[in-house]
């Protein structure tokens, strides 16, 4: 086992410690710009159509804030989502929920996973990029977590992050995003739509965010 594997556990548990210890000072903000007006409502050809979260999974994922939006050309069948939510403040019992928990919940099954490094204007991120497999249907999801000034993937380092700036910065919003592609042609022509609608959504979210501080 690699020593980065004994240590992860211990992170966890330790982050969940702090927020437990720190979440009554936590400082809660709120986004600078509506998430609906800082993502762009047209990526290339595709147009975006607003959908609502029902009442009970908005209350399981306990965000603040989020967009759920489906963009597609007129038309024409919908060629992915891009969701964002965004919690203002976390603490113990109410922090982000992994979509490697979610999407099998949900009846997806995870066929690969690994990351990619997108190149965005203001410089590279890497991000999750997970290929679903749900009755017959495939879909390629990216996803990854932002907020205080970064992009992340590893979950690890998400925890991380989030132990650190709850005690010395008093801060732990963030933001999970995630793009879902359905696969029906190849899985290349899939990944080149959801590399094109992170590229948008990478710093259009970070419009929307508070300032890193």
């Not at 094109?196 to 419009?207: C, G, H, K, M, S």
Request: hydrophobic share 45%; aromatic share 8%.
């Amino acid at each position: 086992m690699s020593a980065r594997r004994w240590w992860a556990p211990a992170t966890v548990l330790a982050a969940g410690a702090l927020l437990v210890a720190a979440s009554g000072r936590q400082r809660s903000l709120p986004l600078q710009v509506p998430l609906a007006e800082a993502v762009p409502a047209r990526i290339g050809a595709w147009v975006g159509r607003d959908r609502q979260i029902g009442d009970e999974e908005r209350r399981v994922a306990g965000m603040d804030d989020y967009l759920m939006r489906v963009y597609a050309q007129p038309g024409a069948a919908a060629a992915f989502s891009l969701y964002v939510g965004y919690y203002r403040s976390q603490a113990q019992g109410r922090t982000i929920h992994s979509p490697k928990n979610c999407l099998p919940g949900a009846g997806w099954e995870v066929l690969t996973t690994r990351t990619m490094r997108v190149a965005t204007a203001a410089g590279p991120v890497t991000v999750n990029r997970a290929l679903l497999q749900n009755e017959g249907q495939r879909a390629l999801v990216l996803y990854w977590y932002q907020g205080r000034g970064r992009v992340t993937a590893d979950e690890y380092a998400v925890k991380w992050n989030l132990l650190r700036d709850a005690a010395l910065r008093r801060r732990t919003e963030e933001a999970l995003v995630r793009v879902i592609v359905p696969v029906d042609g190849s899985e290349a022509r899939a990944e080149e739509v959801a590399v094109r609608a992170a590229l948008t959504a990478v710093p259009a979210v970070a419009r929307a965010l508070p300032q890193p501080g």
